[in-house]
């Protein structure tokens, strides 16, 4: 079963206005931690935002704003006043908590966002 | 930039080459890791390190092959690979412990085997 699953392969978005990529995780874990990245067309993966499984406020970073639903298992990414620049593949991670020893972080498909202006 | 350097960043070798990738980073990190991105598939986690030691590998067939010299520095040894071993290949680090610790990655090694 796939532990990270992204519904929306892609999205499209006009400039300034906002957009919400979906992400629902799975994990028997009490402790764990969700992140975002971007991926433009170069390659790198740009870390965006983190929320932690005990975090009781919604992470926020600038635009980046994440929809933390605990009993939903969900973790959306809301992308508000969406820019030419934020057209890229975004990416939704998770790290558990059973092995703190530099545990890698498992990743969902992607979304492709496309911003048009 | 992230401080994670990978070289090459293209790569074009034939099923009976052997090359090596390679991944740096001055970042003070103890852990680092290796991924395989395909299309239309999730990052595959392929191989971690832990102050050199590797901890995880995620049934990666043999014809890759980790090293792990020292903390900075991250090599993917490859050989008789197959046509189907064309990817994006990522580097990555970060510190040890604590689920908040985000990973650093690199830009990738675009691979293709022909």
């Known amino acids: 079963a796939q532990k990270i699953t992204q519904t929306q392969p892609g999205m499209f978005v006009q400039e300034k206005e906002a957009v919400t990529l979906d992400c629902t995780y799975d994990t028997s874990d009490q402790s764990y931690g969700l992140f975002w990245y971007k991926q433009p067309s170069s390659g790198e993966m740009i870390f965006l935002i983190y929320?932690?499984?005990?975090?009781?406020q919604n992470a926020t970073e600038g635009r980046y704003s994440l929809n933390f639903q605990k009993a939903r298992k969900s973790a959306n990414l809301v992308i508000s006043a969406s820019q030419l620049g934020d057209s890229a593949m975004y990416f939704c991670a998770m790290r558990e908590g059973r092995d703190q020893a530099g545990t890698a972080l498992i990743f969902g498909k992607g979304t492709t966002l496309s911003v048009s202006s | 930039e992230t401080g994670v350097t990978q070289t090459p960043r293209h790569l074009v070798m034939g099923m009976t080459n052997k090359k090596s990738l390679k991944c740096e980073q001055h970042?003070?990190?103890?852990?680092m890791y290796w991924y395989k991105q395909s299309a239309k598939k999730p990052l595959e986690l392929m191989f971690v390190y832990n102050f050199k030691e590797q901890t995880e590998n995620n049934s990666v067939p043999s014809r890759f092959s980790p090293e792990c010299p020292n903390s900075s520095h991250l090599f993917l040894h490859l050989h008789t690979l197959q046509p189907e071993d064309s990817a994006l290949y990522l580097c990555?680090?970060?510190?040890?412990?604590?689920?908040?610790?985000?990973?650093?990655f690199g830009q990738g090694t675009r691979l293709t085997v022909v």
């Open positions: 970042l003070g990190h103890n852990a």
């Open positions: 929320q932690g499984s005990y975090d009781e």
């Open positions: 990555a680090s970060s510190h040890p412990g604590g689920l908040d610790t985000e990973a650093f």
